[in-house]
């Protein structure tokens, strides 16, 4: 299945392993230890706009790079250092890339890790490979988190600002606000309120869950990459950010999905849709700001993101109308 050519895709613009200077190619090089780099692949996904490169040396070892400096973005290099100390403490179990070294001078960041040899899941999502990442997903949850992540921040810590999105909005709302977005503002601004009070848990949440940051091999093993938003919360969060992704290409029951992962979990269905409208909040917060620093195309992305939700959270509304239960939207 092909995606849908009216949809925006999670993808930025990149500088490539030639643009790197030739002193972080040489470090990477030295940290691969394998030769020269003969062969150097950019991969699509994602919106950094530094380098995302499979790399091949001489003597034929293989890596995936990323690096980028002060110049390109400004807060990318703390991006890359988040993830390489978050990557390096990851224990075995967890789906992830293992970090082969990373390169830091101050200005360029760069992280070598394991190359895996896998595909980003097909958008619209196939029935077989949604499953698999939901039971990944879900290992994830299990997860024990390690000493060296003690420190790692609460969802809630990590996501206030975030989920401050819609007061934001209705305090200065935009000339083209959505009629139905203005007409339900208070609810959705309470919505996000009770989202914070749902966001406890001691989970291991990578909180950037979509069909570009996974890689499915030819076995159907998950493995989940990009790490810097890292956090500990509850079990069903990474798995309510998989549906936002769904939604957005559409062909499955996103409800229905939604209620099993409550039903699993042992959650409130009611506090995922209050967390999903906050991130709703978050996305048409966002989108309606100037593009970042070489980021020309995630402001498309996070606006087809806040309409996604906006149309979630409507169909959600109609339905519990119909049904007499007296939900707010």
């Known amino acids: 299945m092909c995606h849908d050519p009216g949809v925006v895709l999670a993808s930025g613009v990149r500088i490539g392993w030639a643009d790197l200077p030739e002193r972080v190619r040489s470090a990477v090089e030295g940290i691969i230890g394998g030769g020269a780099v003969v062969e150097a692949r950019s991969q699509p996904g994602g919106f950094s706009p530094g380098t995302a490169d499979r790399v091949r040396t001489c003597t034929g070892r293989r890596a995936f790079v990323k690096a980028v400096s002060r110049e390109l ?4 290099p703390e991006l890359h250092r988040r993830e390489a100390h978050v990557t390096a403490a990851l224990p075995a179990t967890v789906p992830a890339p293992r970090l082969l070294g990373c390169y830091d001078d101050a200005i360029w960041v760069a992280l070598v890790l394991q190359d895996v040899d896998g595909h980003h899941p097909a958008t619209s999502w196939r029935p077989q490979e949604l499953t698999r990442v939901l039971a990944a997903l879900a290992d994830l949850a299990r997860a024990a988190i390690p000493d060296p992540l003690a420190d790692l921040p609460t969802a809630a810590q990590s996501l206030a600002d975030d989920f401050g999105g819609w007061r934001r ?10 009629p139905w977005v203005a007409r339900h503002l208070d609810e959705l601004c ?9 966001l406890a848990g001691d989970s291991l949440v990578h909180t950037d869950i979509r069909a570009d940051n996974l890689l499915l091999d030819s076995h159907g093993t998950v493995t989940v990459v990009d790490w810097p938003w890292t956090c500990r919360g509850p079990a069903w969060l990474d798995r309510l950010l998989l549906l936002i992704n769904v939604r957005l290409f559409g062909g499955h029951d996103t409800q229905a999905l939604l209620n099993q992962c409550a039903a699993d979990t042992d959650a409130e269905s009611a506090d995922l849709i209050a967390t999903l409208a906050a991130f709703g909040g978050y996305f048409a917060d966002r989108a309606r700001r100037p593009s970042p620093a070489g980021l020309p195309t995630v402001r498309a992305f996070q606006q087809a993101q806040a309409d996604v939700v906006r149309s979630w959270l409507q169909e959600v509304g109609r339905v519990r109308s119909a049904a007499k239960r007296g939900f707010g939207i």
Request: proline share 13%; glycine share 0%; hydrophobic share 45%.
């Open 169 to 178: 909005v209705a305090t200065d709302p935009p000339p083209d606000l959505d």
């Open 190 to 198: 309470a919505l996000a309120d009770r989202a914070m009070a749902a």
């Open 73 to 76: 973005n400004e807060q990318s």
